[in-house]
T-cell receptor, first 113, second 117 residues
Framework: AQKITQTQPGMFVQEKEAVTLDCTYD???????LFWYKQPSSGEMIFLIY??????QNATEGRYSLNFQKARKSANLVISASQLGDSAMYFC??????????FGAGTRLTVKP | NAGVTQTPKFQVLKTGQSMTLQCAQD?????MSWYRQDPGMGLRLIHY???????DQGEVPNGYNVSRSTTEDFPLRLLSAAPSQTSVYFC????????????????FGSGTQLSVL
């Protein structure tokens, strides 16, 4: 079964600094996708970034980048130049072949002014 | 575009009552699913469907029923509500292709906050 681990229940970062949110995963399927979602206090789930298992380069979307280390089975989210609006819950998720998307427990990020 | 629409946004039930959470999407997605979100546990899959007439269980299906009579709608039924079902419920959908869904992101509804007293 898929397993996603986020070991940081909470993180703090100073405004304008970079922060890395950790995610490790476990799968035996060679084809899978890794996703990060943001959940602000308003509750909606916002898609941030995607990385495919066969992608050679790390994914980037604006201030978000995904540090994909396939051999270590890690897919850390890097947020550069943090903003107050980045304060939220962040979920790492994985989807295999024809299967469902499974989520980690989440990391609550707080950006300090 | 409406995307994924969930109703109601809030609901309070008494133990033993039944109710249906509605979910509709207008993106012609074949794949639809229901998750529940509890503190410290992320999102856990309740039920999912890969197309009209096809449903299957996820991680935590007990106490819930689903059906998929149309591509657009995927209601979640609580048969006899229990306090353990107090949670935030999300409906989500995605494309589903022959090559698989590994690269398909989920589109989420806005969630339903359910309290069972």
């Amino acid at each position: 079964a898929q397993k996603i681990t986020q070991t940081q229940p909470g993180m703090f970062v100073q405004e304008k600094e970079a922060v890395t949110l950790d995610c490790t995963y476990d799968t035996s399927d060679p084809s899978y996708g890794l996703f990060w979602y943001k959940q602000p206090s308003s509750g909606e789930m916002i898609f941030l970034i995607y990385q495919g298992s066969y992608d050679q380069q790390n994914a980037t979307e604006g201030r978000y980048s995904l540090n994909f280390q396939k051999a270590r089975k890690s897919a850390n989210l890097v947020i550069s130049a943090s903003q107050l609006g980045d304060s939220a819950m962040y979920f790492c998720a994985m989807r295999e072949g024809y299967n469902d998307m499974r989520f980690g427990a989440g990391t609550r990020l707080t950006v300090k002014p | 575009n409406a995307g994924v629409t969930q109703t109601p946004k809030f609901q309070v039930l008494k133990t033993g009552q039944s109710m249906t959470l509605q979910c509709a999407q207008d993106m012609n997605h074949e794949y639809m699913s229901w998750y529940r979100q509890d503190p410290g546990m992320g999102l856990r899959l309740i039920h999912y469907s890969v197309g009209a007439g096809i449903t299957d269980q996820g991680e935590v299906p007990n106490g819930y029923n689903v059906s998929r009579s149309t591509t657009e709608d995927f209601p979640l039924r609580l048969l006899s509500a229990a306090p353990s079902q107090t949670s935030v419920y999300f409906c989500a959908s995605s494309y589903s292709v022959l090559q698989g869904v590994a690269n398909e992101k989920l589109f989420f509804g806005s969630g339903t906050q359910l309290s069972v007293l």
